[in-house]
């Protein structure tokens, strides 16, 4: 037993060092973080690629910001774990290859509503126009709330433009040629969801927010399927 | 620990810590048991899990979709052709209906972003193949998925089935 | 409480400590406490009844939810954090702060960091990462705050009187450290601009980087520092000895050890490689006897004053602010072995789990330094033991409504989804059924929050009424901060 006369080791050696204690906590604190995320550059040891993923096109990237900014991942996840009864709802298992190009990651810790990883292509653009308006038109009964002010916010090329240079830093591999054509890009494919929503009888100018989140939530997990199911095909 | 310990010992530290006296009790032995054991049994077992038993949430992933093809045997493409109609057919067509075509088609089948599949007018055809074909390839114009890829062979007949009955088909 | 602490004391008290700084960190503790909680019961309200979305984008589940979390985790437990450790770390170390002026950017800092923060959050200016949200200029504040506090905190031992360390200040040490490496690498990012940045991970990888900082914030936020509070707070309130030296030891190092590993059980069953997975789920079972070490501490140094249990609210407070903090280092484990985690996971059983630590120890140790406290820097007593009392009583309730609402959403929730039928296919194949299964937990779920607030505006009432009565000199500064 220790007391005054006779203190603990602790108490000789540690107690009244304080840089050392500082230090000495920093070391512990340090290694389990290290351990766990270096190995994440190794080829071996880190997330798995997975061929055919593609980086987002520039309305998809700008649909993925207004996805974070409006908090979406804080009902919907972006992971379909390797689960029957998960695979069955809503498709093939999610992979680490098909979130390379997510900045941030989007993967959710709460499914207040249904996952979204596979919900790309899943339902016609006019689904999610009239959805993400008002909610209960195509979902009776759900708990989410309607956006309206996406239809009346823009987005822009200079948007776009600027997250694509923030993106080539981060090394996705976007051209300078891609970062200059952004603007015909997103109009293109703006027109493209335009038209298929006319054809269902909506009436979209092309600039709206919500054409973009459309684009982006069109793509999701479609690169990934495809490749998943190449893979499995090769097998 | 030595022999003559006695409980609730006053350490004397407390004028460095603004008066709170201190007791050095031992630690509570199930604690110190606890923390062992599960100090003992994490190496064990990751050991195991990786190394001995080899696991990996893909192999259970693998595992648990063969205990299901056993259990509820997927249907050939032969057995889909000639798939008799039974209530088992058309209520597991409808577990389907309700997964992934109600957001279009609506709960009651009387359509919403996508057509109504209740009344006479069958725009692609009303027979059963008909739907079978319509939901397995979409209608790419129309903003319809095509479901075969999605939901495969057997899961398209069998709500094609569903819709066929529950729409009046022709 | 009548009772004068200090009488015991080998020395007079001759240090002429700070105790305005402390006094600006309890009111911005408790004015962020409404207001944290307050969205809460917003969002619970939300789920239950979506209108309470209000049309409006500022007001969004989506928006307001970070909102709450970033409320009650940095401004209500910071500044809750703050006032404890400057409070004690002076009579600790028998010196004064080691500057009025890096106390007083830190505090206005603080609160300049939180208005930002409340401003830019409904505006939908977001990272889109769990509990780091704030914007990358915030971030940068952040930092640099930091960096004020622990230079204030290392300085302050630098200049101790003291030669020893207490436990107490172990704990806050580790805290001081651990969460400025987790801001500041879970930060880094590349702004695109000025409002918006991405984070220099990729994908899983980012998600990883992530939950190493949010499960250690966890656990250096709402975890050590508050064990390190506890460790003063609560001997200094019951006057009796701490149960185990040798256990604060064994526990302190066990702990901040075995932490840092456990993150990677927020993603068991995702793209993480096993190997990683395996690793958040053997470290966060470590992690019982280590936790639990500190509840132990806490109710055996209880021993002895148990017949207060009944009379003093402070003491009740204690009690079962332990106590729910061993339920809750029990449960997070369980909930990471990766059986029960397929079940309990993306459900509202985490929410739960959550708020069994948040409510129950967090906030109830707050309660209890906070009833503690004031009297003592405002030099009076608690204007009424009673309401105090019944505040106890309000606030239990409230959590045990709360998480026996969430278990049973989050389990029933968790077994529809992968409920079977006879022939092999989803039993609720719509996803839609599984979430109005909920409702009624969600009402009585926001019965659970409105009580536990209710008790917060009892405690500020509390307050407010003991600071009118204290001596008029040391409450002069006081009323337009309170405001």
Redesign the interface.
């Known amino acids: ?4 006369a006779n203190p ?1 080791w ?2 000789k050696a540690l ?2 060092r ?1 840089a050392l ?2 230090v000495l ?2 070391v ?6 290290l ?3 270096v ?3 190794n080829i071996e ?4 690629t997975l061929e055919g993923v593609e980086p987002y096109t520039p309305l998809e990237l700008v649909g993925r ?1 207004i996805y ?8 919907h ?1 972006q ?1 379909v ?9 809503y ?1 093939p ?4 290859g ?17 996952d979204l990883m596979r919900v790309g ?7 999610h126009w ?1 959805h993400m308006r008002d909610p209960r ?13 996406l239809y009346e916010k823009t987005w822009s090329v200079e ?1 776009a433009q ?2 694509m ?3 080539q ?4 591999p976007y051209s300078d040629a891609d970062i200059e054509g952004a603007g015909e890009s997103m109009q293109r494919q703006s027109q493209e969801i335009v038209a ?1 929503l006319a ?2 009888g909506a009436k979209a100018q092309g600039d709206e927010q919500v054409v973009a989140l459309i684009a982006y939530l069109q793509r999701l997990g479609t690169d990934g399927r495809a490749a998943i ?1 190449a893979q499995e095909a090769a097998q | 620990m030595s022999d003559n310990y006695v409980p609730d010992q006053i350490l004397g530290h407390a004028d460095e810590a603004d008066g709170i006296e201190e007791y050095d009790n031992r630690l509570p032995r199930w604690w110190l048991g606890l923390f062992l054991f599960t100090v003992a049994w994490s190496p064990v077992y990751a050991i195991h899990y990786h190394f001995i038993a080899h696991r990996s949430q893909a192999a259970e992933y693998e595992a648990e979709m063969a205990a299901a093809a056993e259990r509820w045997p997927q249907m050939s493409a032969e057995d889909v052709a000639k798939m008799e109609v039974t209530e088992d057919v058309i209520a597991e067509g409808k577990a389907i209906y309700e997964a992934n075509c109600v957001a279009c088609h609506g709960a009651d089948l009387h359509g919403g972003i996508g057509p109504d599949l209740t009344d006479s007018e069958w725009i692609h055809g009303g027979t059963r193949d008909d739907i079978i074909q319509t939901v397995t390839n979409g209608v790419a114009d129309k903003g319809m998925p095509s479901w075969g890829p999605i939901l495969g062979p057997e899961k398209v007949a069998k709500v094609a089935a569903f819709v066929h009955q529950a729409g009046g088909g022709q | 409480m009548s009772v004068e602490p200090d009488a015991h004391r080998a020395q007079p008290r001759a240090v002429d400590y700070d105790d305005a700084i402390v006094k600006k960190f309890i009111v911005a503790t408790l004015v962020f406490g409404v207001v944290g909680m307050l969205v809460g019961v917003i969002l619970a309200l939300q789920l239950a009844w979506w209108p309470a979305n209000l049309g409006l984008e500022y007001t969004t589940f989506g928006r307001l939810r970070p909102l709450h979390t970033n409320a009650v985790i940095f401004a209500f437990t910071g500044n809750f954090i703050f006032a404890g450790i400057y409070y004690s770390i002076q009579r600790l170390l028998k010196t004064r702060l080691f500057s009025d002026a890096l106390s007083n950017i830190h505090f206005w800092g603080w609160q300049l960091i939180i208005l930002a923060a409340a401003i830019s959050l409904p505006m939908g200016l977001t990272q889109g990462k769990e509990y780091a949200e704030l914007i990358w200029p915030i971030d940068i504040a952040i930092a640099v705050i930091w960096v004020v506090f622990a230079i204030n905190f290392f300085g302050t031992i630098a200049i101790r009187k003291v030669k020893h360390l207490y436990v107490a200040i172990w704990f806050y040490m580790s805290m001081v450290i651990t969460i400025a490496v987790l801001h500041i690498v879970n930060s880094l990012a590349v702004p695109a601009t000025l409002t918006r940045s991405y984070p220099i991970y990729a994908g899983m990888t980012d998600a990883l980087v992530q939950w190493w900082y949010g499960h250690n914030a966890v656990g250096f936020l709402l975890t050590t520092p508050i064990l390190g509070l506890m460790y003063y707070f609560l001997p200094k309130s019951v006057e009796r000895p701490v149960f185990s030296y040798r256990l604060s030891i064994i526990h302190f190092w066990a702990l901040i050890f075995l932490y840092i590993w456990a993150g990677p059980h927020h993603l068991l069953y995702s793209a993480l490689p096993d190997w990683a997975q395996t690793l958040g789920m053997v470290f966060s079972v470590m992690l019982i006897a280590p936790s639990w070490g500190g509840m132990l501490n806490g109710l055996l140094t209880l021993r002895g004053a148990w017949d207060r249990l009944r009379t003093d609210p402070i003491v009740k407070f204690w009690a079962v602010a332990v106590t729910f903090y061993g339920m809750s280092t029990f449960e997070g484990p369980m909930m990471s072995v990766r059986a029960v985690n397929s079940l309990s996971h993306f459900t509202d059983w985490t929410i739960g789990h959550v708020h069994s630590g948040a409510l129950g120890w967090v906030g109830m140790a707050a309660f209890a330094m906070t009833y503690w406290l004031v009297p003592k820097v405002w030099k009076t007593e608690l204007y009424s033991v009673k309401a105090a009392g019944l505040h106890f009583w309000i606030a239990t309730i409230g959590i045990v409504l709360y998480v026996v609402a969430m278990w049973a959403a989050g389990i029933t929730q968790g077994l529809m989804w992968r409920a079977l039928d006879d022939g092999g296919q989803l039993k609720y194949p719509a996803f839609l059924d599984t979430v109005l299964q909920l409702m009624p937990f969600y009402w009585i779920r926001l019965i659970g929050g409105l009580s536990y607030l209710t008790g917060m505006l009892m405690c500020c009432w509390n307050v407010i009424m003991t600071v009118k009565n204290a001596p008029a000199g040391d409450a002069a500064v006081q009323p337009a901060v309170a405001k």
Request: charged letters at 20%.
């Open positions: 037993m220790s007391n005054d603990s602790h108490r107690e009244h304080s204690f500082a906590v920093t512990g604190i340090s290694i389990g973080g351990v766990e995320i190995p994440m550059y040891t880190g997330p798995e910001d974070v900014s409006e908090g979406c991942y804080n009902c996840s992971w774990r390797p689960f029957r009864s998960e695979t069955l709802r498709g298992w999610s992979r680490a098909e979130y390379a190009y997510d900045h941030p990651f989007q993967l959710g810790s709460r499914r207040i509503g249904p292509k899943k339902y016609p653009d006019a689904w009239e038109s195509t979902s009776p009964g759900s708990i989410m709330p309607p956006y309206p002010w948007d600027a997250s240079r923030a993106m830093t981060l090394g996705v298929s054809k269902a199911e």
